[in-house]
């Protein structure tokens, strides 16, 4: 069965409710129709309900960009799974490398974090990637095998259903540097391997691996002609309407 492949969106700390309005009104015209990719936009939990209510009837679905793990509880700022779901939400990014760099987040936090969403039905966006270091020191395997490991722990194939996993060379997010389509598809086949590892060859190969790091609508092309890669996780290029439509279109 081929892999439907997925263009998402992160916009990070970008865009307020007005702006968000006002992305909505020039994007959704300009992927009208656009059923060969799946198509998702995280904006900042603020922008959500206005997102979901613009995106209501067309093509496009609106995720989170992390949750909480419990359902719910005595945790100031945090928004967890059930509160996603009620306002429509149908995807999340977990363990983005910004919320491991800034934010402490643990791969043990990040299993939890993913055992959570897909317990509560929502579709997982699993981030991993090596940073410049490790990837210089010969580091990069190990490091994608022990996020990997560490993510999917004690997760069952049948409950990891809907989860994909998004491949981000940390050296490569805002930097303008773009892994090449070779150096990226090596990547996706060592995590497919241990995705085989911890569920099945058969979950593994329907697992949809998406590529993220200065994506834009110039090197998306090469990216996406790799059999490896199911998709983009797009962060700077997908704040402009027209830019994150091009790179819809591939
Ligand atoms: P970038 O970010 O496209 O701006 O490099 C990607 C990401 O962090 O998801």
Redesign the pocket.
């Known amino acids: 069965m081929p892999r439907k492949p997925l263009i998402a969106a992160?916009w990070?700390m970008y865009k307020n409710p007005t702006q968000t309005l006002a992305f909505f009104q020039e994007f959704l015209p300009m992927v009208a129709g656009h059923t060969r990719d799946e198509i998702v936009v995280c904006p900042p939990y603020i922008d959500l309900y206005v997102a979901i209510a613009e995106v209501k009837g067309s093509l496009v679905a609106v995720g989170a960009q992390d949750l909480h793990w419990e359902k719910e509880g005595a945790y100031t700022g945090e928004i967890c799974p059930g509160m996603l779901l009620d306002i429509g939400c149908t995807h999340v990014i977990i363990g983005?490398?910004?919320r491991r760099q800034y934010f402490g987040e643990t791969d043990d936090i990040v299993n939890f974090k993913l055992k959570a969403a897909l317990e509560a039905g929502l579709t997982p966006i699993v981030?991993v990637g090596e940073v410049l270091e490790e990837r210089e020191a010969g580091l990069t395997e190990d490091v994608l095998r022990r996020q990997c490991l560490r993510a999917f722990h004690a997760i069952s194939a049948k409950k990891a259903a809907k989860l994909i996993v998004?491949y981000?060379p940390v050296w490569?997010?805002?930097?303008g540097k773009t892994a090449t389509p070779q150096l990226a598809s090596e990547a996706h086949s060592l995590i497919r391997g241990e995705a085989a590892k911890a569920f099945s060859p058969v979950f593994s190969d329907n697992l949809r691996i998406l590529y993220?790091?200065?994506?834009k609508p110039e090197n998306v092309k090469g990216l996406m002609a790799e059999t490896e890669i199911d998709g983009a996780?797009?962060?700077?290029?997908?704040l402009d309407p027209k830019s994150f439509a091009a790179i819809v279109k591939y």
């Open positions: 992160n990070k983005h490398s910004e981030c998004a981000e490569a997010i805002g930097t993220g790091g200065s994506v996780l797009v962060g700077g290029a997908s």
